[in-house]
């Protein structure tokens, strides 16, 4: 080849690496979770690394890694901390370990309905929620609904509080959670959710309670065969990422990530929804025997919860906003 060629033929291949380095993921994003790839909130933050792929035009990708490959909910939130691990998936009942006032959603009954609960987290309530934890860099991106928590057991059905007392009920590493198990009578026990299937067959715990999809896809129903349908707390998920890869990010990748989160709430609402069904209807076909108790007393055994935090203000006035909202009070 003679020197004439070889410039217009250098410069045309640095052309060509150029676009196509322009085209290769510039920021890739590793999220780990811990739940099943057929879960709906799985099937949500799947829907927004799509979004995110597509408004970046390919510059920016989602990783992510299901079923606790990178550890559970709080080593994954300690991943953030440290910038190990760029998103995570976390329920608010892990989260207020690391952001205190975050316990308000945790509370039993705080919300009068699904309705009640979207809205807020919709609202600038919501908003002040996901940034609670920045300056311990975790920053809230969007929720996730994870429905309603009722409590399922062994060996016989609960149909009001006094059905848990003695009996040993696996909560998550809450202080709301297990304040709110002592004061419907039973004996809280946290336990981590990969250990639990375990433990209600060895009878280390005679119950737990969480939302139908969670029951179903964890194949807790094998084992327990009463489900209690009280619904005593919505606790929302919460998609969090770190403060590190935050900041590290340009307005314009926040801004498309942003909007690629919301989308996804909106979506993962839908599915949820969708799953709730079918989750009931198949451990019905299971053999569960599934309850709809008077959700009365149950909700009257945790009314004091919310009169111990007038000494916590910041908490306080979270609870009365959230009610301030209840259109049906």
């Not at 991943?79 to 760029?86: K, R």
């Not at 084992?223 to 998609?239: A, M």
């Not at 709430?265 to 799953?275: G, T």
């Amino acid at each position: 080849m003679n020197n004439y060629l070889k410039g217009p033929l250098l410069l045309f291949m640095l052309i060509v690496l150029s676009a196509c380095s322009q085209q290769s993921p510039q920021v890739s994003i590793k999220l780990g979770h811990g739940l099943d790839t057929q879960h709906p909130v799985h099937l949500g933050m799947q829907f927004m690394a799509d979004e995110l792929a597509k408004s970046s035009n390919g510059t920016m990708k989602i990783d992510i890694y299901p079923n606790q490959q990178l550890g559970s909910e709080r080593q994954t939130l300690e991943l953030l901390q440290i910038g190990s691990v760029g998103m995570t998936k976390v329920s608010a009942a892990v989260l207020e370990n690391f952001a205190p006032n975050v316990k308000v959603v945790s509370l039993p009954y705080i919300f009068s309905s699904k309705a009640h609960s979207h809205a807020v987290m919709d609202s600038d309530i919501g908003r002040d929620l996901l940034t609670e934890s920045e300056q311990f860099w975790l920053r809230g991106l969007t929720f996730y609904d994870a429905g309603s928590r009722s409590y399922y057991s062994n060996d016989k059905p609960i149909n009001t509080p006094d059905d848990l007392k003695g009996l040993k009920i696996r909560v998550q590493p809450s202080v709301t959670a297990m304040s709110m198990v002592s004061a419907m009578g039973g004996a809280p026990t946290p336990i981590a959710w990969g250990e639990l299937y375990t433990a209600l067959q060895q009878g280390v715990v005679d119950g737990a309670e969480n939302n139908p999809p969670s029951f179903y896809y964890s194949r807790h129903y094998e084992v327990s065969k009463f489900y209690s349908i009280n619904e005593h707390t919505s606790v929302p998920d919460v998609l969090m990422i770190s403060t590190h890869l935050w900041n590290r990010l340009n307005e314009q990748q926040q801004a498309w990530l942003q909007a690629a989160a919301d989308a996804s709430s909106v979506h993962q609402r839908k599915l949820w929804a969708e799953a709730e069904e079918e989750a009931l209807n198949a451990v019905k076909a299971a053999g569960v025997k599934v309850i709809y108790p008077d959700k009365k007393p149950f909700a009257d055994a945790v009314q004091a919860m919310f009169e111990e935090y007038k000494s916590s203000p910041e908490v306080y006035d979270y609870i009365k906003r959230i009610k301030a909202m209840d259109v049906t009070q």
